[in-house]
């Protein structure tokens, strides 16, 4: 078992920033894909994110590529996402989830059904 704990989420002013950050434990974290997902009101949960296990490769959704940063410390068992420039689309419930590390290109890890843990989530809104 893996448990997947999120915080960080909050209520922003378009353009700032918040820092989300997501602890682990069960299980060894260095062994597994990190993604960030979200999820707005009435819409899929969606990619947002991932980092993978030792060597810090990484992968962005399209409209959060420049904007956002993910980053993991295995000593901690945790990893962040640092969200810049924040718009109201931002809005939405933001999940940690992890994967076994199956494929080498992070961009294979855009779908839901490969993480098999999920944290419970935490809001973010980013007021206009």
């Known amino acids: 078992q893996v448990q997947l704990v999120e915080s960080g989420g909050g209520l922003v002013q378009a353009g700032g920033s918040l820092r989300l950050s997501c602890a682990a434990s069960?299980?060894?974290?260095?062994?597994?894909?990190m993604g960030w997902f979200r999820q707005a009101p009435g819409k899929e949960r969606e990619f947002v994110a991932v980092?993978?296990?030792?060597?810090?490769?990484?992968y962005y959704a399209d409209s959060v590529k420049g904007r956002f940063t993910i980053s993991r410390d295995n000593a901690k068992n945790t990893v962040c996402l640092q969200m810049n420039s924040l718009k109201p689309e931002d809005t939405a419930v933001y999940y940690c989830?992890?994967?076994?590390?199956?494929?080498?290109?992070?961009?294979?890890?855009?779908?839901?059904?490969?993480?098999?843990?999920w944290g419970q989530g935490t809001q973010v809104t980013v007021s206009s």
């Open positions: 980092i993978s296990g030792t060597d810090d490769r990484t």
């Open positions: 989830a992890t994967a076994p590390l199956t494929y080498y290109d992070m961009r294979n890890y855009q779908s839901k059904n490969l993480y098999n843990y």
């Open positions: 069960g299980r060894t974290f260095s062994n597994y894909v």
